[in-house]
């Protein structure tokens, strides 16, 4: 299984960025996915998340109404759009699949490299 993150970058305050993760090697489908972030010094928190049919998503109360997470089965790819960005969003980005039970646990199989987003004030 491979999970592809892209998009990061650096970007002003205010500014919107669009992330990538391309899967392969599952059926992509049938997966919970998953973007979560990590910053210097502070644990890993999960961002954003879509159900498999990509009708049902979670988002965290920080990035509510400024997030978007989406997903294309047909191209194995899911995305997260970020618009009226803030300092504060400064992380490594990561995707993950899980299984049906991740929609409420959380924990997800597999995880991409993940993709830095930098936040200039």
């Known amino acids: 299984v491979q999970l592809q993150a892209s998009g990061g970058g650096l970007v002003q305050a205010g500014g919107s960025l669009r992330l990538s993760c391309a899967a392969s090697?599952?059926?992509?489908?049938?997966?919970?996915m998953g973007w979560f972030r990590q910053a210097p010094g502070k644990e890993r928190e999960l961002v954003a998340a879509?159900?498999?049919?990509?009708?049902?998503?979670d988002n965290a109360n920080s990035v509510k109404g400024r997030i978007t997470i989406s997903r294309d089965n047909d191209k194995n790819t899911v995305y997260l759009q970020m618009n009226s960005l803030k300092p504060e969003d400064t992380a490594v980005y990561y995707c993950?699949?899980?299984?049906?039970?991740?929609?409420?646990?959380?924990?997800?199989?597999?995880w991409g490299q993940g993709t830095l987003v930098t936040v200039s004030s």
């Open positions: 879509v159900s498999q049919g990509g009708g049902m998503t």
């Open positions: 993950a699949a899980g299984w049906n039970t991740a929609w409420n646990t959380r924990q997800y199989a597999y």
């Open positions: 090697g599952l059926t992509f489908k049938s997966y919970v």
